[in-house]
């Protein structure tokens, strides 16, 4: 029998199909309306944008938006410090993501494990404005329990809004604290699903906790990892503007170890009142993203395709 194809046989396909099509209809219109149109404002990025013009009646600039970024004597700074804490992110928040996940997997005390993971669970739903203020109670030298704490212990107060080097330590800290809950869940998912015919033949074979976890576990859960790290390397050129802006705010005592190209941003479009520049900067970031997923991507395709995510 000849196979119907070409024009007509699409359009049998989309007949046969229209129930599921119809289903599939709200999602695909609110993708196109909010994830696709939108990006049609890269044209800004060219533009030298006016109330009057919008979006589209603004007269082109080529890329002068984009040359004050790089002549603001910041951009190699705050692309540092925005890579460099992002990889800390990603790497030190994907072995702890993984650790929680595996320990909680091997409590044995249903009660006692779900207690916990709700209390990981927990900071994940608290705002960084709240966090910012737990910070500031925390570090502040006049008011904070870390001060009172070392004051307590015949120390002197340290004025960490003071001390820029040690706000690495203290973003790191607060961006895992209150991620790795709800990190570890697809973690947690994907050693769910191990068949357990696995871990009792390990058993039986004489293998121990930490040798099931680093022979079994590990290994089957790789797949994953390496897929939401893709994931997370596909941000890396993207601070998180929330985080920095609540803990940090506008102490310019501690930019030079904070500083990331969000918040650099927001700064210049506050004063500057520049859509076209803002655009710029965030395309910049886009476009770097790209290359970057793109490019860990095919090392990771090369090294084992089955781990590649395309």
């Not at 595996?102 to 209390?119: A, D, G, P, Y």
């Amino acid at each position: 029998m000849k196979k119907q194809g070409g024009f007509k046989g699409f359009l049998k396909k989309l007949h046969k199909n229209r129930t599921f099509l119809l289903m599939l209809s709200p999602a695909i219109i609110y993708t196109l309306l909010f994830a696709y149109y939108p990006m049609t404002g890269i044209v800004m990025a060219f533009k030298k944008y006016n109330y009057a013009g919008g979006i589209w009646g603004s007269p082109w600039n080529g890329l002068d938006n984009f040359k004050f970024f790089f002549k603001s004597g910041q951009a190699g700074l705050v692309t540092r410090n925005t890579v460099l804490y992002n990889i800390a992110f990603i790497l030190i928040g994907t072995f702890t993501q993984i650790a929680v996940a595996i320990f909680l997997t091997e409590i044995h005390n249903k009660r006692f494990r779900k207690v916990s993971q709700s209390m990981m669970f927990l900071p994940y739903f608290i705002s960084w404005v709240i966090v910012g203020v737990m910070a500031f109670n925390i570090f502040s030298s006049d008011y904070g329990f870390m001060n009172r704490l070392i004051v307590a212990f015949g120390g002197e107060k340290v004025p960490f809004y003071t001390k820029p080097e040690a706000w690495p330590f203290i973003l790191i800290f607060f961006n895992i604290w209150k991620g790795v809950g709800y990190g570890s869940v697809m973690y947690l998912a994907a050693i769910m699903g191990i068949d357990t015919s696995i871990y009792e033949a390990a058993a039986i074979d004489g293998a121990n906790v930490f040798q099931r976890i680093f022979k079994v576990t590990i290994p089957m859960i790789m797949p994953t990892a390496v897929i939401l790290l893709l994931m997370s390397v596909g941000g890396i050129f993207k601070g998180n503007f929330d985080m920095f802006y609540n803990l940090v705010g506008n102490n310019g005592l501690l930019y030079n170890y904070t500083d990331v190209i969000d918040t650099l941003t927001m700064r210049a479009l506050i004063s500057s009142n520049d859509f076209g520049m803002a655009a710029a900067i965030g395309l910049f970031q886009s476009v770097l993203c790209l290359i970057t997923v793109t490019v860990v991507n095919k090392l990771v395709s090369m090294y084992d395709k089955e781990y590649a995510l395309f």
